[in-house]
């Protein structure tokens, strides 16, 4: 009886030390890109093809409310960060493939901003 509240214990203790470890990822991953710098790095290169303020398209969609949605919005994939990221890379559908342009950190800052759209 003993032995199995102890190892009912330890799973618990377990299960909530999983819990906050995933909390601290996700944390982790919201706070790598810094949505200023991802702000300048889009006026820069996107802008003159995508509208950050509506969902109109210029010449690529508006990202207005990019990561609120659902799908992505000229190809309908599901919205995630590794998408648009290798959207950025690849490029496809009439957009440029920016390749290794962007580093890693830019890439996360991009994300960051594109976050708060
Ligand atoms: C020369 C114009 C141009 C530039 C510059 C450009 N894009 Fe695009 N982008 C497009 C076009 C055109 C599409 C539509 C692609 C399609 O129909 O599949 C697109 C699509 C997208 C999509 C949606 C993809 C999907 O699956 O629906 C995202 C997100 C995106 N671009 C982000 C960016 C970001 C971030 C930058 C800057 C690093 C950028 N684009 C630069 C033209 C551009």
């Known amino acids: 009886m003993t032995t199995l509240k102890s190892l009912l214990l330890a799973l618990a203790l ?12 996700a944390q982790k991953g919201k706070a790598t890109g810094n949505a200023a710098t991802g702000r300048q790095l889009f006026a820069e290169t ?9 969902k109109t398209t210029n010449i690529g969609p508006g990202l207005q409310g990019l990561f609120k949605g ?9 919205v995630s960060v590794a998408v648009v ?9 009439g957009m440029p493939a920016f390749g290794s342009k962007y580093t890693a950190q830019q890439l996360d800052d991009l994300i960051a901003y594109l976050r708060t759209l």
């Open 46 to 54: 996107c802008a003159p093809c995508h509208s950050a303020t509506s």
């Open 70 to 78: 659902r799908k992505m919005p000229a190809t309908n994939r599901p």
């Open 14 to 25: 377990l299960g909530a030390l999983a819990t906050s470890l995933t909390a601290a990822v």
């Open 85 to 93: 990221k290798a959207q950025i890379q690849k490029g496809g559908g």
